[in-house]
């Protein structure tokens, strides 16, 4: 699997999302994507007690750890990439997690308008 290339929305380069945890479709703590990545895993957000909340009665259990992938569970806090369609799931129910765009790859642009992750950036 090869990524795409590395720009970020705002069209720099692609900044880290978080290596504590160990975030990425390639857990290498970017949010990388390529072809295999049906989910886009491209935004970058960090993670508040009401989107775990949501994510979780929504099928996607982001805070109970799995170590059988090596997945420690999330805190309110933490950074990861999450899937740019659940994302704006996330933010069409009001509950969309703050986002670095700096850190979000810019093929999250095929799915979420810039205008609408701007509204949503961290500071």
Known sequence: MIPLPSRNVLGGALKPCSTAPLTGYFRNGHCDTCAHDEGCHTVCVEVTAE????????????????PKYDFPGLQPGDRWCVCAARWLECV???????????????????????AVLQEHATA
Not at 51 to 64: A, E, I, M, P
Not at 104 to 111: A, D, M
Request: charged fraction near 15%; glycine fraction near 6%.
């Open 51 to 66: 989107f775990l909340v949501f994510s979780r009665v929504s099928g996607n259990d982001l805070s109970t750890p799995v």
């Open 92 to 114: 069409e129910a009001g509950f969309a997690a703050p986002v670095a765009l700096a850190c979000t790859h810019q093929r999250t642009l095929e799915i979420v308008p810039l």
